[in-house]
């Protein structure tokens, strides 16, 4: 397990915790999120477009996205996840290129020494972040990109468990354009993706490119 250079290990671990409840769904095995194969729409991305460079992956879980972009060798791939458990279970699958896992909290600033990337891939960290944190996420994916740099996002739109107090939270398009039309410019947005069974029409991708 890597460890983002600029952390205490143990505050890190402990600050983790009283933030959410992800390490002890991973401790208990309750991770319906993780289906054991990439976002069909990242692996169709992959096959028809490139994502090179240093790349992110902020809330990768045990890394099958991190792992289906490091198969491009000329990527570098940082999956970052702020339960222990997940960032352990990613680090027992075999490398496929140049990829690594980092503890850390994608909201307070953990991926800006380790940056700045070229892309970062977004696939349920969005969702599972409180809504009231969402300017969070934008501040730091735009923080942590270069100028120019590509933000490829599924965005799960409207979850059927849509309870408020609880994950995954659903967005709108224009909810999502007041975030980060600011920081980004809209390349691409797409509404027929492929995806795993039971999410059909629930997500969206887009290509954002900061500004
Ligand atoms: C619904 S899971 C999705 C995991 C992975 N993307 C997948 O699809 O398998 C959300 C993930 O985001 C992580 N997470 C939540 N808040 C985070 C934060 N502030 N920084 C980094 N990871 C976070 C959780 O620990 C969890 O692994």
Not at 71 to 94: C, E, H, L, W, Y
Not at 146 to 151: A, D, H
Request: hydrophobic content about 35%; charged content about 20%; some cysteine.
């Amino acid at each position: 397990m890597n460890i983002p250079a600029n952390s205490n290990t143990a505050s890190h671990l402990a600050h983790a915790g009283a933030d959410s409840e992800w390490e002890s769904r991973y401790q208990n095995g309750d991770t319906p999120w993780d289906k054991g194969l990439p976002h069909p729409a990242l692996v169709r991305w992959l096959s028809h477009s490139d994502i090179t460079g240093r790349v992110l992956v902020p809330g990768c879980g045990s890394g099958h996205d991190v792992r289906a972009i490091a198969q491009k060798k000329t990527t570098k791939v940082v999956g970052m996840d702020i339960a222990p458990s997940a960032i352990r279970a990613a680090s027992t699958f075999p490398a496929v290129g140049h990829e690594s896992y980092i503890l850390g909290d994608f909201l307070t600033g953990d991926a800006l020494g380790l940056g700045p990337f070229d892309w970062l891939f977004e696939h349920t960290c969005f969702c599972a972040i409180r809504p009231d944190r969402r300017a969070d996420y934008t501040r730091e994916a735009a923080k942590a990109l270069k100028p120019g740099g590509f933000l490829l996002a599924v965005f799960f739109m409207n979850p059927e468990n849509s309870d408020p107090n609880s994950p995954p939270f659903g967005s709108s398009s224009s909810e999502l354009d007041e975030l980060f039309l600011p920081s980004f410019q809209k390349i691409d947005f797409q509404t027929a993706i492929p995806t795993y069974a039971g999410r059909e029409q629930l997500e969206h991708l887009v290509l954002f490119q900061k500004r």
